[in-house]
């Protein structure tokens, strides 16, 4: 997209926000953030899947307006949860949908995998500043996405912090005097396993993340190097540099969260401790920059900042999701859905670890026409309903033959 588009807004009043996602990990930090100034933000709307409870306490402490659960059974629990306060409740994913599109100037967006797209692009068409978490939403429909930003003149703020990190150093007015953008990978908790042992990891095993305390999807995705993938797809509508021009470099300190290299031979970086708050804060603030309670890099501790050459021998996702960005059309859509669906199946011990990378690769195969152009979103679930049963089937013939 343009990034030279971003428009600065006012900040000289509280900013309202709303959360969705707000009981998962990187929720749980902007809530955080949120509570340490209470003056600064009013909250429209928070939201969540199921977690009714921290929702409901969430929503007290920060005196939220509306509080959404997707599961619409849950709806009792969270009015219960609520009583004698003023925050109304709701249920269902047209609720959740609904809260996004309520007038909250700056909107997290922390949903994860292919349920957040759609209250996303509800944000993005109403002209939000929407501070992008939930990568597959990108990943899936970008141009749909971006379309609606730029449409509506808001706002889409890197969160993930490779491509925070590349926001913070890339000029606009200078995109055609850069050679490449650098996406740094912490290599994950298998970074020096060997296939064999890849082959018997347990999901205990593939959660332990080294550097960052995550979701449990996207710790699988780590460990896969599939998040990397993603990043990958997601670097490159962002900043609309082609596949060839997005470097990946393992660096397992996670200190430079990602680089810009120009062609005059400067590599500008950012820097900072393993901490989502610091890109939260980043976008919680901008255009000003605000204090924030992550810890401060201190570079006397550091023993060394070393690089790699990934391995996509060990890690063929990364391989798949090269492809998926080169094909184009619905190719990022299926492999993302064929992602999901085995990652599932893996957590619930129903496939092993080196069997989603090889159900993604037989969804993604099995597709005709992948390149084909998206139109809508309406064809955007559809093949995603679609890849996610290929998926499942797939994965069960998997764990038969295991
Ligand atoms: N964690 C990180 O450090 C990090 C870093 C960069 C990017 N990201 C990206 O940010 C997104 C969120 O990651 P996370 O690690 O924070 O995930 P997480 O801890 O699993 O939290 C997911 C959140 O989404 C909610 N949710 C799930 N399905 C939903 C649905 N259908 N409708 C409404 N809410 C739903 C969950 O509610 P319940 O709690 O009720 O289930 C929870 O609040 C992902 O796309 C991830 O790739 C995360």
């Not at 509280?14 to 100034?37: E, F, H, K, M």
């Not at 402490?61 to 925050?87: F, H, I, N, Q, S």
């Not at 709701?90 to 700056?106: D, K, L, N, Q, S």
């Not at 500008?268 to 989502?276: F, V």
Request: charged fraction near 20%.
């Amino acid at each position: 997209m343009d990034v030279s588009r971003w428009p600065p807004p006012s900040v000289d009043r509280p900013r309202t926000v709303t959360i969705l996602g707000s009981t998962g990990s990187v929720g749980q930090s902007t809530v955080d953030l949120i509570a340490r100034n209470p003056e600064s933000y009013r909250v429209e709307a928070l939201v969540a899947a199921t977690s009714v409870e921290l929702l409901a306490d969430q929503a007290r402490r920060l005196r939220a307006r509306l509080a959404v659960v997707a599961e619409p059974a849950r709806y009792r629990a969270l009015k219960d949860a609520l009583a004698g306060t003023a925050v109304e409740a709701a249920a269902g994913p047209e609720a959740v949908r609904a809260a996004a599109a309520r007038p909250a100037e700056w909107v997290m967006a922390a949903i994860v995998g292919f349920a957040g797209l759609a209250p996303t692009l509800e944000a993005a068409r109403r002209g939000a500043i929407v501070a992008l978490a939930n990568k597959e939403a990108l990943v899936c429909a970008g141009r749909l996405l971006i379309e609606a930003v730029e449409g509506s003149k808001g706002v889409l703020l890197p969160v993930d912090s490779e491509h925070n990190a590349i926001f913070q150093v890339f000029e606009p007015s200078q995109r055609h005097a850069i050679d490449r953008l650098v996406l740094t990978a912490s290599g994950g908790p298998f970074r020096n396993w060997s296939l064999a042992d890849m082959a018997e990891a347990t999901p205990e095993q593939a959660l332990a993340h080294p550097n960052w305390d995550m979701g449990d999807k996207i710790s699988i995705d780590s460990a896969t190097m599939m998040n990397k993938g993603l990043e990958l797809i997601e670097a490159h509508l962002l900043f609309g540099l082609p596949s060839e021009q997005v470097e990946i470099v393992v660096h397992p300190q996670s200190i430079i969260h990602s680089m810009v290299a120009y062609r005059d031979g400067s590599v500008l970086a950012q820097l900072g401790t393993a901490d989502m708050r610091v890109p939260i804060t980043h976008a919680l603030g901008w255009p000003a920059r605000i204090d924030g309670p992550a810890a401060r890099l201190d570079f006397t501790d550091l023993a060394a900042l070393t690089f790699e050459r990934p391995d996509s021998g060990r890690f063929p996702s990364l391989r798949l999701a090269r492809e998926a960005l080169v094909t184009g059309g619905f190719a990022p859509i299926v492999m993302n859905a064929a992602n999901e669906t085995a990652v599932a199946a893996f957590l619930a011990r129903q496939i092993g670890f080196l069997d989603i990378a090889r159900v993604v690769e037989d969804v993604v195969a099995s597709w005709e026409r992948p390149a084909q152009p998206v139109q809508s979103l309406q064809e955007v679930q559809a093949a995603d309903l679609e890849a996610r049963r290929r998926a499942e089937k797939v994965s069960q013939q998997r764990r038969l033959s295991n």
